[in-house]
């Protein structure tokens, strides 16, 4: 009944859309279409000059949900539910791009940068 009085139909695919993005294929990498969008040409491009060949960098940089940057925590952020919602995306993320490429080594982690931060890429691209 939560999902029913307090999410609503709108929260509920905003959700969806974080949590089971579409996924797409640039330049041999794969990335998440409306974070890659997020990025200007010059940003993309200035990125890789920084990054050099380390694609799974560049998608490291482009493939990140920032639980702290995305959601609104409670307290100080430093809370075992921020872990579990970083785990949560992690989850569909895999599930996601499993479906999407499944005969890609596509990994999706989670890992503390600033705070918990769910990271999606390839190795040794």
């Known amino acids: 009944m939560y999902v029913k009085y307090n999410v609503g139909v709108a ?3 905003a959700v969806a859309d974080i949590a089971f993005p579409e996924l797409m294929e ?3 990498l794969v990335f998440i279409k409306a974070r890659y969008a997020g990025f200007s040409q010059k940003t993309l491009d200035d990125w890789r000059e920084r990054l050099g060949d380390d694609g799974a960098a560049l998608a490291r940089v482009v493939n990140n949900f920032v639980v702290w940057d995305e959601l609104d925590v409670d307290g100080d952020g430093d809370d075992i539910s921020d872990v ?3 785990e949560f995306i992690a989850e569909c993320w895999r599930a996601r791009a499993a479906a999407d490429f499944p005969d890609r080594n596509i990994v999706v982690e989670v890992v503390d940068q600033y705070g918990p931060t769910v990271v999606m890429y390839e190795p040794n691209v």
């Open 11 to 13: 929260g509920l695919i």
């Open 26 to 28: 640039v330049d041999g």
């Open 84 to 86: 579990m919602a970083a």
